[in-house]
């Protein structure tokens, strides 16, 4: 079998998270090759201070970007060669837009900034030096994670992969003046039996092209005239886990294709289809007013889409409920899911997307473990109102600032949310580049929260004001469109909300 | 590890490439299932004609959309979803276009036509009755293949594999009034050694992926900190093999990308890039005149692209080669490839990007084998002026059509090109729409020859004229936009050229 994915040096990449290849532990450094670019960079550097950005989210990409090349050597370090702007994901994942369009890269023409594409592996806080894992080649490219990489490892497996990898060049020190943590979250799972394993997430652009491919796949499954009803009602109920914004606005997304378009394409299949959002809490969209979750649900109910609250996953499978491969002719039931609800059993699915929280970045859990204040809830790292990171013993790092959903303001409770994140990183920026920080502090103001519900209604709450409808859908997409980043997306963004309106979503999967 | 490609069904849909249980080899038909829609179909068809048409290429999809559904009921079984408009995939391979854009699903919202994504496995000429393997899950979607999914399998093996396929409704049988067979065909690699595991292909959508994702790789990669200039060099040379219009107008996008886009996103690695066109025969473009053909040598000589004509490739591996081991500091050699070239000996590259030819396609080497009247040369099968299937007693089939680069009409030696392929495909709609084929014979129009040559220049040969530089450049682009199927791509493509001009291609890797 040839590989799969991309080429050949892929099954190279996948090593990183498989094998184990015993040899002496040396120590680290010492085996780490000479380091080419960082005598350039110190060199291109002159006289201004270092900044290492890690993470290229919502923090990261704006604090970069904000940043004066006179004052600063921006250095960023992410995993991923690409920021995405997050509120565009759910559309992107059914074909309202086309994936690049909710992308920016980090590279631009115009951008004096460095960067290099690797994930974060250790820190040296006193010696203001961070130990960078190459991830160029990294297998996960594009999607969302939802355990430490390492986690299979014992400590002297990884100690020993670092120095192979060091040896291949895959891992490098960088030195900083400055450091700021804004590396994001992972999809919490609550290792909730073969949810890592079957469902799919929406945190990150590859996330949004499984979950393309695979609605688009349940469809074309259910077409073959070799597949039975039984599994036709399987492959197209799809199960939506988590009643945040993002839960929310898939469902949304989704019935929108599943009306405008696929009614259309398979006119006999649509009977089928049905999307049910389960969550544990008692109600959904907690953050909005009673009043606007009331109309969410309403909205909702009227379009077909079930909400059930108070519901508990146990596991996930690939296969047909048992009571279905008894009675009916399910042909090969490898091709849907089964869920399993503590309040209603086996459940036949053709796909489940798993929007329930964030879990702590294994960076913070892990590499800052020890070093810094965390915490008590979120384990993420506590900062002071400058954004500076705490110690145990309370006193601040002058050098070192975190933000992003891995950070929390101590005795604050700001929301894990983009605009936080922005927000900081806007206000972080302005204050590097003045330099007055010692005078300032930051603080959140709350601009609002909307939430698309299909069918073009949405709602919106912003101090005070309660907007639900057609206008709220209207003012949803010219906030982000009036916030998207680059004047390429604000073209691309409109255009393809036209010819997707006046043509309807493409279907090709591949 | 967790399954790397899309959800964990693709594990199982590998399967079909890779396992092999033993069990008893009993008749297929009978363990076919009760097929539900095949029913349907037949109600639906009411006094039409069913005609079943093989391939969703530049025949099978002209053909399907220009038949007229009153007349006939039109089942298209074809492995991908989509047809690939092919003449902007090398544009979209380095970004110059969005992927979409060279795509139009079969499936639309006005269609009535059928559509079932399935390969056709084997045949009963005289029962006018295919047998079809669900191709929903295919792990190669979006692919092009250079080799018979089922050649490392028995006879026996494979015998049994169908019942199984049988038995999960993976196999079913469609009947057929008239059967046209326009499938297209695979990649020649000539079996060089490791060419097929490691090489790059431009056929398909997802082969286009593929090269964009690997191209921006080796920048990345290149750009790491640990990478030795040697290295640099070759993750930055690239091969290409096959001095056709692909090979050609694949180093010409990829010139205008390293030219236009990373001399300013890389500013200090463009001056190790490099690429080489190799070919084994004496000259590159041989269906162009000797004038035009020396034009664009010129062109691609001032452009800095070494075109190596009488060249041989004996071997292409992973890893860097030999002699820059030895001396030279590479780090991690799996990041690059190796070429073996008889005139040069190793050489270190990023990729290899193959376009050597056409291999016939399996079904017509095995499932039509013995069955139909083969070209000698090409081994494709042989048609009358009627584009009627002929058997090897001369006699033709009244109801068994072929085209598409599969088929050849006797006696003529139309090239294997998209044009002879459409026109093909709309003179056959017409005689069947008209019911006239008795009395007509199909005689091919030769419109011309176009090769895009990078930096805005182009070659166009058109009975006589010869025209080149930029204003068949701009010919180019106008002749493609004309022809591109969809207002939905006659809108987003012009609008890729005018945002990518102005503000450069997207270099975000997902």
């Known amino acids: 079998m ?52 890690l993470g290229s989210g919502w923090a990261g990409y704006t604090l970069a970007r904000d940043l004066d090349p006179k004052k600063y050597q921006v250095v960023v370090i992410s995993p991923r060669s690409y920021f995405v702007f997050t509120p565009l994901l759910a559309g992107a994942s059914v074909g309202t837009q086309e994936f690049r369009t909710t992308l920016e890269p980090v590279r631009t023409r115009r951008s004096k900034n460095h960067f290099f594409q690797g994930w974060a592996d250790a820190v040296d806080l006193e010696g203001q030096s961070l130990t960078i894992e190459e991830a160029v080649e990294d297998p996960w490219q594009g999607r969302s994670l939802t355990f430490d990489r390492h986690a299979h490892e014992s400590e002297a497996q990884r100690a020993h992969e670092k120095q192979v990898e060091a040896k291949k060049g895959q ?35 590859g996330d949004a092209r499984r979950i393309r491919n695979r609605v688009l796949e349940c469809f074309e499954t259910a077409a073959l005239p070799t597949t039975s009803d039984a ?6 109920n799809f199960a939506v886990v988590g009643g945040g914004p993002t839960g929310i606005e898939w469902s949304a997304e989704l019935h929108d294709l599943i009306q405008e378009d696929m009614k259309r394409i398979y006119p006999d299949l649509v009977q089928h289809a049905q999307i049910t ?16 979750s009331q109309y969410a649900m309403a909205q909702f109910n009227r379009q077909g889409i079930s909400i059930k609250t108070s519901h508990h996953i146990e596991d996930l499978r690939v296969g047909a409920p048992e009571a279905t491969k008894q009675h009916g002719d399910v042909g090969d039931s490898a091709s849907c899911y089964t869920i399993k609800i503590t309040e209603e059993g086996e459940i036949g699915i053709g796909m489940c997307v798993w929007s329930t929280g964030l879990m702590m970045n294994p960076f913070v859990s ?7 204040k965390r915490h008590d809830k979120t384990g993420g790292i506590v900062t002071n109102e400058r954004l500076q990171v705490k110690k145990d013993d309370d006193s601040a790092l002058q050098h070192v600032y975190a933000l992003e959903d891995c950070a929390v303001i101590e005795d604050t409770s700001y929301p894990a949310t983009a605009q936080v994140a922005s927000q900081k990183a806007g206000w972080l920026g302005t204050r590097f580049n003045k330099g007055d920080i010692e005078q300032q502090k930051f603080t959140y103001k709350n601009l609002g929260v909307m939430a698309y519900l299909g069918n073009r209604n949405a709602i919106l709450q912003s101090d005070g004001d309660d907007i639900s409808g057609r206008v709220a859908w209207f003012i949803w997409r010219s906030a982000y469109l009036a916030k998207s980043v680059s004047w390429r997306n604000r073209i691309l963004i409109p255009t393809y909300w036209f010819v997707n309106w006046l043509f309807g979503r493409d279907v090709s999967r591949f």
């Open 171 to 205: 891992l490098f020190d960088l030195k900083w003046d400055k450091l700021v943590i804004a590396v994001g979250c992972y999809n919490q799972t609550f290792n909730t039996k073969g949810v890592r394993e079957n469902a799919f997430f929406l945190k990150d652009v």
């Open 231 to 236: 599994m036709r009602k399987h492959l197209l």
């Open 366 to 372: 892990n590499a800052l473990a020890g070093k810094v």
């Open 2 to 53: 040839l590989p799969l994915r991309g080429h050949a040096l892929s099954a190279r990449a996948t090593k990183l998270y498989s094998t184990w290849r015993p040899t002496a532990n040396a120590p680290l450094r010492a085996v780490h090759k000479r380091n080419i670019t960082t005598q350039q960079l110190d060199a291109e550097r002159q006289d201004r201070e270092r900044i290492i950005v």
């Open 277 to 292: 959002v389960y969550d544990v809490a008692p109600n959904v969209l907690s953050m909005f007013d009673e009043r606007l």
